[in-house]
């Protein structure tokens, strides 16, 4: 069965303190994974898609990569207005999954 | 541009009552999709709309949901004789369709069953 497993479900970090959040997967035939950020009350936005293993995506302070079996989103040097919810999701043949998230709160 | 909209963004309504919300997707986009949040949650999918295809309605919880699509462009989601166990932010979006898989969400209306 497909599955997506966000880790860890919560991560507080010092402003400028480096981490990064874990995206696992087990699907059949992938044909995207995608991060979004959710912010309290809002809707997902949509952040990146990955492809094919290997490939790699930046934003301004965030990265995310890609291998065969997750993926992770790295964020370097995060402020305040980073906290907010990051999920994760993955196309596959029939589906899309999306993981449970994780809630990063950036303290000043 | 304009996005994907939803309205209204929050209802409250009184157990047995039905509902519809509404979502405009973003113009172009073939493919719609309908999601559940509870408080805490991830995202539950509902029911996708595909151009002209029959929907898919693998998600939907029980048979008092049903969503419609009208003209390939708007949608209602419809919940008959609600129950305070529906009460979560109902997600809608919206894709490009073909080989392109992004999903652009709208706001979400919240809905409140007491």
């Known amino acids: 069965e497909d599955q997506v497993t966000q880790s860890p479900e919560a991560l507080r970090l010092q402003e400028g303190e480096s981490s990064s959040l874990n995206c696992s997967y087990t699907?059949?035939?992938?044909?995207?994974l995608f991060w979004y950020r959710q912010d309290p009350g809002k809707g997902p936005e949509f952040l990146f898609t990955l492809y094919s293993a290997g490939e790699e995506k930046e934003k301004e302070r965030l990265k995310a990569t890609l291998t065969k079996k997750e993926s992770f989103l790295h964020i370097t040097a995060p402020k305040p207005e980073d906290s907010a919810t990051y999920l994760c999701?993955?196309?596959?043949?029939?589906?899309?999954?999306f993981g449970a998230g994780t809630r990063l709160t950036v303290k000043p | 541009g304009a996005g994907v909209s939803q309205s209204p963004s929050n209802k409250v309504t009184e157990k047995g009552k039905d509902v519809e919300l509404r979502c405009d997707p973003i113009s172009g986009h073939t493919a719609l999709y309908w999601y559940r949040q509870s408080l805490g949650q991830g995202l539950e999918f509902l029911i996708y709309?595909?151009?002209?295809?029959?929907?898919?309605k693998s998600g939907l919880p029980s048979d008092r949901f049903s969503a419609e699509r009208t003209g390939g462009s708007v949608s209602t989601l419809t919940i008959q004789r609600t129950q305070q166990e529906d009460s979560a932010v109902y997600l809608c979006?919206?894709?490009?369709?073909?080989?392109?898989?992004?999903?652009?969400f709208g706001p979400g209306t919240r809905l409140t069953v007491t």
């Open positions: 709309f595909q151009g002209n295809s029959a929907p898919d």
């Open positions: 999701a993955v196309q596959a043949d029939n589906d899309m999954r």
């Open positions: 699907v059949s035939g992938l044909r995207g």
């Open positions: 979006a919206s894709r490009r369709g073909g080989s392109s898989y992004e999903q652009y």
